[in-house]
């Protein structure tokens, strides 16, 4: 192995934990945003990867012609220019997975806490009231009998729907093509799953095909009980 | 059938859907308390039934000769003195099962905002702090590579074992004597469990020969992680 470590640039906010372990390996070297003003010379020619947790536009990555690889901190990679990246030979990397499961729980933790009032419930006591008026009431709604549709089925809605049926929850999907192997309803579209189920998960990602599909006309479909 | 209903009494507090639905069958009575005082000659001669959310003593068993039932409104019939009842030939009932489901899903559900913050979250949120100040932070604790102990595993506890099951949590239990069938590690004793566990969940009843179990030396046996 090389003496010579080398040199990655970290541009603006980067996790502590990067930068504990950064030393460790290369040569950092740190500027307080992605802004080609801030690029000496000397820097422009020697960096061979940019550490980021947050934006890399296409400018930005013609600003370094030794650039290998661009490893961006976190699942999503959406502010990185990653075609004018490939295009240039520039290596994009992302952390997929390691937030799947986290999600999936959150996901169950927000529908129980809306479906069962935890978190009023919580206040309840913390006021004071359990004590002076008595335990705070059954909630009205619950999980039993209920259906829930996904409109998405990827890593986290596979691992959502894996929780929902250790609930006993019925459940439902929408995507473009049905997956198959699986035991859920599928339905071809998200209006005619929304008229079917009480609870709708949405696990597809923000872009242009998803924008504002979840519009008037599927909340009408859910229902006033939905 | 007998056009003649038979007197039901209800003493003190009674749900509201019995109430409701009462009068449809049976002819009930309403005093304030299971009080003798407050039975006259020709109620305590007349009751076949009680309807009850709450205590039924061994004396108040005793004031109606004609007693046939105690309905018990509850899943838990520890208020009311059923052997006393036995011996008289009085029917104790209650509704077993019917929140078992809805126990576990309180079980997940505080676990879950216990280990990731969410009603933190939630009032970071209401506060405005999400937009003056960024999102709330990833909390340090996770459901991952986490073990679970059960305290007890009754029709609540395996309810319980199998939501964890989805979340990819490891599972142990003790109970006086193992369960067959199950994958789940057994111990012997509360504090044994106690060493091996992160997480201590208690679902036997409160009764004598469980007061105080979780005592100072199973909270060591913890751990400060625990």
Request: with cysteine.
């Amino acid at each position: 192995m090389s003496d010579v470590r080398q040199r990655i640039l970290v541009p603006g906010k980067m996790n502590q934990r990067v930068l504990d372990r950064l030393p460790d390996h290369f040569d950092p070297v740190f500027i307080a945003a992605t802004d080609p003003a801030l690029v000496t010379a000397e820097l422009s020619s020697s960096v061979a990867g940019i550490a980021v947790q947050g934006k890399i536009p296409a400018e930005f990555v013609d600003v370094f012609p030794k650039l290998e690889i661009i490893a961006n901190f976190g699942v999503g990679y959406d502010g990185v220019d990653a075609v004018h990246a490939a295009e240039r030979g520039v290596m994009v990397t992302n952390t997929p997975d390691v937030l799947t499961e986290e999600v999936a729980d959150t996901a169950i933790g927000l529908l129980l806490n809306t479906v069962r009032c935890f978190p009023v419930a919580e206040q309840w006591l913390r006021q004071g009231r359990w004590v002076k008026e008595g335990a705070f009431v059954l909630t009205p709604l619950t999980l039993r009998g209920r259906t829930v549709g996904l409109y998405g089925l990827g890593r986290i809605g596979l691992a959502i729907a894996k929780r929902l049926e250790a609930f006993g929850v019925s459940i439902a999907y929408h995507t473009r093509t049905p997956r198959e192997g699986l035991a859920y309803t599928y339905y071809p579209t998200l209006k005619s799953m929304a008229e079917a189920v009480d609870t709708i998960i949405v696990i597809v990602p923000g872009t242009e095909s998803t924008r504002r599909t979840v519009n008037a006309e599927v909340l009408q479909a859910l229902g006033p009980q939905g």
